[in-house]
């Protein structure tokens, strides 16, 4: 009996000095701040050497029960996704299976705690490189990768930005790029009708840059030598 009760004040002792926080941060602290059948209006909108050639609107509507969040969770294939659908206005479903949609993880992320989040997505896919992560601010996180095309000629750098209070994806842009020329050959954006577009970072524009310098600086040597 005084062994039973030893330990329940140990217990209680605990209780009172670990904060509530340090439990908290057991489970992680990520949670859903959306709810089933909620549904969220996007603009999509395609570009193909500047020009514009497709402009719809679409939903994105939770169908399901939200999956419960587990504890400890180590990277970021372990994050459950919610069951979605997306249709454009009229009713019909969105066809998703081309590749540019496996560049897009999830429209919906748990929300709590964008530092673990930052943390696991490098762990998203091998294939992924050059890597950004930047929380514009205290109302958005976001995103961007390059990676390559299923074409050997081209490659995909894209951007994704999600809304912090809800974790509700704001911004979905991919900008092909021609491998050799490092051409920018289209555009695929979906966003939020309400949210600012500002295009991708021109990193091809750095390698074509990079490019003429390094021909330049070997055409100056061939000339010194001749």
Not at 81 to 106: A, E, Q, R
Not at 110 to 116: A, F
Not at 148 to 176: H, M, P, Q, W
């Amino acid at each position: 009996m005084k062994s039973k009760l030893r330990l329940l004040l140990i217990a209680s002792a605990l209780l009172l000095v670990f904060p509530a926080s340090v439990f908290a941060q057991l489970n992680q602290n990520l949670l859903w701040n959306v709810n089933s059948d909620d549904q969220f209006q996007y603009v999509l909108e395609t570009n193909i050497q500047g020009t514009l050639q497709y402009l719809d609107s679409i939903s994105i509507e939770i169908t399901d029960s939200l999956p419960q969040i587990t504890h400890n969770i180590t990277s970021w294939d372990q994050i459950p996704v919610p069951v979605f659908s997306i249709k454009y206005t009229n009713g019909s479903d969105l066809n998703t299976n081309t590749s540019i949609w496996t560049l897009l993880p999830s429209p919906f992320l748990p929300i709590g705690n964008w530092t673990l989040l930052s943390n696991l997505l490098p762990t998203k896919s091998a294939e992924d490189f050059d890597l950004e992560i930047d929380n514009l601010g205290s109302d958005v996180w976001s995103y961007s990768f390059k990676q390559n095309a299923s074409a050997t000629n081209l490659y995909y750098y894209c951007g994704i930005s999600y809304d912090k209070n809800n974790g509700v994806l704001r911004k979905f842009r991919i900008e092909t790029i021609e491998h050799s020329s490092h051409t920018l050959t289209d555009t695929f954006l979906m966003k939020q009708p309400n949210t600012t577009e500002t295009p991708n970072f021109p990193y091809y524009l750095i390698y074509l840059g990079a490019s003429i310098i390094g021909l330049a600086v070997i055409a100056i040597f061939v000339r010194r030598i001749d």
